[in-house]
């Protein structure tokens, strides 16, 4: 039984403590990272739907042009090449429409994949409410990296490795010391031969019945320099954790600044395409009714609509962009990712 050597059990026993603590903290970081990525994944899906409903309300509208026109054209007051072009506008809104609901399909299956959901078939999304999504004042990044140091996964995970390899410096310098170890034993033995007399089996387990105790001291004189190397070693692993840990930190910080930047132009593209989208909403509806009226022609009408369609998608982006990089700031900072 060992009594001392140097610490060194010890040590590796509080080495493998780490090492699981470690290994839990990387858990922890896949989760957070399975966590991000459906959140991504919903905002997308959001962002795919309200671009789907703009392009079948320009269906709408498009049908009921030709409608108009086709009714204009029996009474004499519209030529057959204006009904032409406008359906030739109405299949291009409708092939816009199918492109826009398979990309929402595809948002679906995305999301389906990371739930480890069979199919996406009838899957449905609940919709925050962004009728009144108001701009946030947002701490800076620092405030916000300062907040994630402590608690995010994968920085405490290189922090319990730097434990880790403090503590393998701790058992490779435990060669250097003597080692003191306890010995006992407990013996008997039985003897026969053919030849001559013996005692019985039992009388002969009685009195050859042995024990013993003692300490055993081995001291450590020269290892050929095994136990320097495996020191300098360790330190070398300890200096490179060390190297590994601030890079660590240098990513989260980056991750952190770029999210923040992304909500800080979010946000004034959100503000701008507000403004945009109700221009060019206000500016569709007066060319509509100067197409109506015939004071406009149909490659103005499909300009202004094309400009409004923008403006639309524009501002659904905008709007969930922010939507998802604020949301991922208030997770750096400890919070849950609740739209």
């Known amino acids: ?105 595809l948002a679906k299956l995305d999301l389906s994949q990371l739930l480890e959901i069979e199919s996406p078939v009838g899957l449905e999304i609940a919709k925050p409410d962004v009728s009144s999504l108001a701009l946030r004042e947002l701490d800076t990044p620092y405030e916000i990296y300062e907040c994630a140091l402590g608690i995010k996964p994968k920085i405490r995970s290189e922090k319990l490795r730097l434990d880790a390899a403090q503590t393998n410096i701790a058992i490779a310098k435990a060669d250097y010391y003597p080692s003191l170890r306890l010995n006992g034993g407990l013996g008997s033995n039985y003897y026969t031969n053919s030849t001559l007399p013996s005692k019985a089996f039992f009388e002969q387990l009685g009195n050859n019945f042995s024990q013993y105790v003692g300490l055993s001291l081995n001291i450590p004189i020269f290892s050929r320099l095994s136990t320097r190397n495996n020191v ?14 601030e890079e660590t930190k240098k990513e989260l910080f980056k991750e952190i600044q770029r999210a923040y930047y992304n909500a800080v132009a979010s946000a004034s593209k959100y503000e701008s395409s507000s403004n945009a989208a109700a221009s060019a909403h206000e500016a569709f509806s007066l060319m509509g009714g100067r197409y109506e009226n015939g004071k406009a022609t149909i490659t103005e009408f499909n300009e202004s609509k094309a400009q409004y369609l923008k403006a639309e998608s524009d501002l659904a982006q905008a709007k969930y962009q922010y939507l998802y990089e604020v949301q991922l700031l208030n997770f750096y900072k400890g919070g849950v990712i609740d739209f």
Request: with cysteine; charged share 20%; net charge negative.
């Open 1 to 105: 039984m060992p009594l001392f050597q140097g610490l060194k059990i010890k040590n590796s026993i509080t080495l493998g403590k780490i090492n699981l603590l470690a290994a839990t903290e990387d858990l922890e970081k896949v989760k957070d990272d399975i966590r991000t990525s459906i959140a991504a994944a919903y905002v997308q899906i959001l962002y795919c739907e309200e671009i789907a409903a703009v392009a079948h309300r320009q269906v709408e509208i498009d049908s009921q042009q030709v409608v108009r026109l086709e009714h204009m054209y029996l009474n004499g007051k519209a030529s057959q090449a204006e009904v032409a072009a406008h359906k030739a506008a109405l299949s291009q809104s409708i092939l816009t429409a199918v492109q826009a609901d398979n990309e929402t399909e």
């Open 232 to 245: 300098l070693s360790a330190k070398i692993s300890f200096n490179n954790q060390q190297l590994q840990l």
